[in-house]
């Protein structure tokens, strides 16, 4: 079928599932209002620009989608990200190589684990629950990422399930 040679993918609407790992040509990908969960994008390593967020009601509020979780593979070509406004939880994006240029906007989701790596231009304010953001460059990252005041940046980074506390009496 010719959509196999599909290079630019715009979808709005209530689908509640999506599966694009037969269109390995694909550059672009922009849903609004995602209603699916889940998406695996680990085929798709021609991406440049990959657009998932939320939509606004009457008012211009924006509104989280149902995504969840996204499954990256080697998608090293990408070079736009806007995440916002969907319910993701947890997000790698070490593939994302910093000697070019990438810009990714990860506002106004429900992240707890976030390992950046090391990424030009980054937006994270609105993840009430995230504490830490995992960096290989803390200065970098503080200079230069838009963030919730109290949010720390490290290398090293644990979830407080890992955190053992001893006391000795």
Do not use: H
Not at 32 to 55: A, I, K
Not at 66 to 84: R, W
Not at 152 to 165: A, H, R, V, Y
Request: charged share 20%; hydrophobic share 35%; aromatic share 8%.
């Amino acid at each position: 079928s010719m959509l196999v040679d599909l290079t630019d993918l715009n979808l709005s609407g209530n689908f509640t599932s999506l599966d694009v790992s037969a269109l390995t040509k694909l550059e672009r990908i922009e849903v609004t209002s995602p209603q699916f969960q889940t998406v695996d994008l680990s085929n798709n390593l021609l991406l440049e620009d990959v657009r998932f967020r939320g939509g606004e009601d009457e008012e211009g509020n924006q509104n989280q989608s149902e995504l969840i979780e996204i499954i990256f593979g080697n998608n090293a070509l990408i070079t736009y990200m806007e995440l916002s406004s969907n319910k993701l939880t947890s997000l790698d994006l070490t593939f994302m190589d910093f000697e070019e240029y990438r810009y990714v906007d990860v506002s106004n989701n429900l992240l707890e684990e976030l390992n950046i790596g090391k990424i030009s231009s980054m937006y994270l304010v609105d993840n009430p629950n995230l504490t830490c953001a995992k960096t290989t460059d803390v200065a970098y990252a503080e200079a230069n990422y838009g963030s919730d005041p109290g949010l720390t940046f490290d290398p090293n980074c644990f979830s407080s399930e890992n955190d053992i506390l001893t006391f000795e009496i």
